[in-house]
């Protein structure tokens, strides 16, 4: 008796815990595209399509630009969520397209911890620094103009594209499987692209328009995981 009450109180342990993992993981692709998107839109000169620019110039956007900071910290917290999103994604396509949910799966979350390097060290820091003194911040330039130049063992930056990559590398997979609708696969693959070619000429307005489309892809999506029956 008293062992199958155990068993019992183990099963809805068990049963809740799947509960509450499927909830979160549903969430996790609802609320990053709105993470994403406050992220985005919190740049200055948001409507400018200059394509690139001078570190310096780079520099004198960052600095005493608080909301900017919120918006990379808020880009730094949806890291666990695309770790969360791209791990169910390949538990989606483990059946149907295993080796592209894998392969991407490795790609998004490397790319993902680079993401969160970037933030950390272009961002964070950078919000530290703007509590300075003006003469001594003034000091810091040269150190400060090398971490925007990714010097050092801040060239593993220059693998950032392996976020958006990876992911497109699952949406294949998702599209070429019909594991969800194509629609959404679709629109994850347009949205890793748009993504991909916003950091490349780091123009922040088609970041924000492929964020949009990756939340017309992932809260469906997310709606559909939070509804699945036990």
């Excluded at 019992?8 to 049963?15: I, L, P, T």
């Excluded at 991407?104 to 272009?122: N, P, Q, R, S």
């Excluded at 040269?142 to 594209?161: D, H, K, N, Q």
């Amino acid at each position: 008796m008293l062992i199958e009450l155990i068993e019992r109180s183990s099963a809805m342990d068990n049963q809740r815990l799947e509960t509450v993992k499927r909830i979160g993981t549903g969430l996790a692709f609802i609320l990053y595209p709105v993470l994403s998107g406050v992220a985005f839109a919190a740049h200055p000169n948001l409507l400018s399509l200059e394509i690139g620019g001078e570190v310096s110039a780079k520099v004198e956007e960052f600095h005493g630009n608080p909301l900017m900071h919120f918006g990379h910290f808020v880009m730094l917290l949806g890291v666990p969520l695309l770790i969360v999103i791209s791990l169910k994604l390949m538990d989606i396509l483990k059946d149907r397209s295993p080796w592209l949910g894998f392969i991407g799966c490795v790609m998004a979350v490397f790319g993902g911890i680079v993401l969160a390097v970037d933030k950390t060290a272009l961002c964070l820091v950078m919000s530290a620094f703007d509590t300075l003194p003006a003469a001594e911040y003034a000091e810091l330039l040269p150190g400060i103009e090398a971490l925007f130049g990714f010097e050092g063992y801040l060239a593993i930056l220059y693998l950032l594209p392996s976020l958006p990559l990876g992911f497109g590398i699952q949406g294949a997979g998702l599209y070429r499987s019909r594991a969800i609708p194509r629609w959404q696969s679709a629109a994850l693959i347009v949205a890793m692209l748009g993504l991909g070619v916003a950091a490349a000429v780091d123009i922040d307005l088609f970041g924000l328009v492929a964020t949009a489309i990756l939340a017309i892809g992932f809260v469906p999506l997310g709606i559909q995981i939070i509804n699945e029956q036990e």
